[in-house]
């Protein structure tokens, strides 16, 4: 494998911080979901796939019982003991503790190692870094201990645990799935209940991702995104009190959503009409996909996203603004926010023979607008996690 310049000066800067050379370099896309917003957590179907911006885990053992920590992306050291209890501390080593902790909770070995975290992933921008920080985790050890390929299912589950109870962020599952099984030049259509998956291609000859990262970091979010959750939660249970057999909004259908609507708290009315309609679009999505009628799969992006603002209420302004000004663009088949949103990214489906054009007529009104000068990353599906000796 030929090594990217920035991994040959991240591998100068493990050898400085540590005294020693780098062993395995994990590759960790981020991800970007391409339809399918806050279905996970109600097992219902998303469609992501992972990007060509990573995270970069450089890894050695170290023959100790410490594990020695280096982020290129914070120039911040840390370390701790894998012989004392690990506690969460609120720092950006609890995503390492917390997958140590599930690696050892499921039997496996994990002694001192040296790690430095790099890349070019942005940080809290709805890409997912924290998932695809965990999968570098995950991957990095179970290749120094030798417990590589772990079953992807274990380790996609064991991902997610150590965000949702070490980190303490009750994320669903598709961030951890696609980082892991993400495959170039396809979208994953997931079923967030069964765990069944397909790869679907998506055309790339003429078409490209672009996505825009609005500089508005999600901040409020976290709380927002819990609320969310207890809502949908709300709705399950109005629904499952209707008919035991309704275990979750994904068994609802359209239908019985409008005749239950005058008994139904108007607000959880909205945000189960977001989910359930979010359900019936990514299935069309990879229907229009398999045909393909990439025409059709952008309008039912651009849907997603009023289902997003309107009825999920998960948008702010400067998304809506991004998304707006993209459909000016000729060449512009749909665009959304995409990611958990109240900051963070938008995405869009561009013919590639007009991202300039995109980059500059975006880039410009945006700025001019709110002063904020936005980062754009123009990406096809790419393949998901992924090890090599060095
Ligand atoms: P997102 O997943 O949208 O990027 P999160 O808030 O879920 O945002 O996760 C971001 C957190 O992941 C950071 O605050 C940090 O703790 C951790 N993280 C991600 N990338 C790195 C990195 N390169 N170095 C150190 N910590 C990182
Ligand atoms: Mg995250």
Redesign the pocket.
């Given at each position: 494998m030929r090594l990217s310049e920035a991994v040959k000066r991240e591998i100068k800067q493990f050898k400085k911080v540590f005294a020693r050379q780098p062993e395995i370099l994990v590759l960790a896309p981020?991800r970007a979901n391409i339809i399918g917003e806050h279905t996970d957590y109600t097992g219902g179907l998303v469609f992501p796939a992972a990007i060509d911006t990573r995270?970069d885990f450089l890894v050695s053992g170290n023959g100790s019982n410490t594990v020695r920590?280096y982020?290129?992306?914070?120039q911040?050291s840390c370390e701790f003991n894998l012989d004392e209890k690990l506690k969460r501390t609120h720092?950006?080593?609890?995503?390492i503790k917390g997958v140590v902790c599930e690696l050892k909770k499921a039997g496996y070995q994990v002694d001192g190692f040296n790690a430095l975290?790099?890349?070019d992933?942005?940080?809290?921008?709805?890409?997912?870094?924290?998932?695809?920080?965990e999968m570098a985790v995950s991957e990095g050890c179970a290749q120094l201990f030798g417990y590589a390929p772990m079953d992807p299912e274990k380790q996609i589950k064991l991902c997610r645990k150590a965000?949702n109870q070490f980190?303490g962020?009750s994320?669903g599952i598709m961030?951890q799935f696609i980082i892991r099984m993400g495959r170039k030049h396809h979208g994953l259509y997931l079923d967030c209940r069964s765990l069944e998956y397909e790869l679907i291609p998506i055309p790339s000859d003429d078409l490209v991702f672009v996505i825009v990262y609005s500089g508005v970091k999600?901040g409020l979010?976290?709380t927002a995104y819990h609320e969310r959750q207890k809502q949908c939660e709300r709705g399950r249970l109005f629904f499952n009190a209707l008919n035991k057999s309704l275990r979750s909004l994904r068994d609802v259908n359209e239908d019985l959503l409008q005749v239950s609507r005058e008994n139904m708290d108007p607000l959880i009315f909205k945000r189960c009409r977001h989910v359930i309609t979010e359900n019936t679009r990514v299935k069309r999505a990879v229907e229009a996909l398999r045909k393909p009628d990439m025409v059709l799969f952008g309008e039912l992006m651009n849907l997603s996203h009023e289902s997003c603002k309107n009825d999920f209420e998960v948008s702010c302004e400067e998304l809506d603004l991004l998304v707006d000004l993209a459909r000016n663009v000729p060449g512009v088949l749909g665009s959304r926010m995409t990611?958990?949103g109240f900051g963070?990214c938008t995405i869009s489906l561009v013919a590639r023979n007009r991202v300039d054009e995109f980059e500059r007529y975006v880039g410009n009104l945006y700025n001019r607008t709110t002063g904020i000068v936005p980062e754009f990353y123009i990406t096809h599906a790419e393949d998901g996690v992924s090890a090599v000796r060095l």
């Amino acid at each position: 494998m030929r090594l990217s310049e920035a991994v040959k000066r991240e591998i100068k800067q493990f050898k400085k911080v540590f005294a020693r050379q780098p062993e395995i370099l994990v590759l960790a896309p981020g991800r970007a979901n391409i339809i399918g917003e806050h279905t996970d957590y109600t097992g219902g179907l998303v469609f992501p796939a992972a990007i060509d911006t990573r995270i970069d885990f450089l890894v050695s053992g170290n023959g100790s019982n410490t594990v020695r920590l280096y982020s290129d992306t914070y120039q911040e050291s840390c370390e701790f003991n894998l012989d004392e209890k690990l506690k969460r501390t609120h720092h950006w080593s609890d995503y390492i503790k917390g997958v140590v902790c599930e690696l050892k909770k499921a039997g496996y070995q994990v002694d001192g190692f040296n790690a430095l975290i790099g890349g070019d992933l942005p940080i809290g921008s709805g890409l997912s870094s924290s998932a695809a920080f965990e999968m570098a985790v995950s991957e990095g050890c179970a290749q120094l201990f030798g417990y590589a390929p772990m079953d992807p299912e274990k380790q996609i589950k064991l991902c997610r645990k150590a965000e949702n109870q070490f980190v303490g962020v009750s994320c669903g599952i598709m961030d951890q799935f696609i980082i892991r099984m993400g495959r170039k030049h396809h979208g994953l259509y997931l079923d967030c209940r069964s765990l069944e998956y397909e790869l679907i291609p998506i055309p790339s000859d003429d078409l490209v991702f672009v996505i825009v990262y609005s500089g508005v970091k999600r901040g409020l979010g976290a709380t927002a995104y819990h609320e969310r959750q207890k809502q949908c939660e709300r709705g399950r249970l109005f629904f499952n009190a209707l008919n035991k057999s309704l275990r979750s909004l994904r068994d609802v259908n359209e239908d019985l959503l409008q005749v239950s609507r005058e008994n139904m708290d108007p607000l959880i009315f909205k945000r189960c009409r977001h989910v359930i309609t979010e359900n019936t679009r990514v299935k069309r999505a990879v229907e229009a996909l398999r045909k393909p009628d990439m025409v059709l799969f952008g309008e039912l992006m651009n849907l997603s996203h009023e289902s997003c603002k309107n009825d999920f209420e998960v948008s702010c302004e400067e998304l809506d603004l991004l998304v707006d000004l993209a459909r000016n663009v000729p060449g512009v088949l749909g665009s959304r926010m995409t990611g958990a949103g109240f900051g963070g990214c938008t995405i869009s489906l561009v013919a590639r023979n007009r991202v300039d054009e995109f980059e500059r007529y975006v880039g410009n009104l945006y700025n001019r607008t709110t002063g904020i000068v936005p980062e754009f990353y123009i990406t096809h599906a790419e393949d998901g996690v992924s090890a090599v000796r060095l």
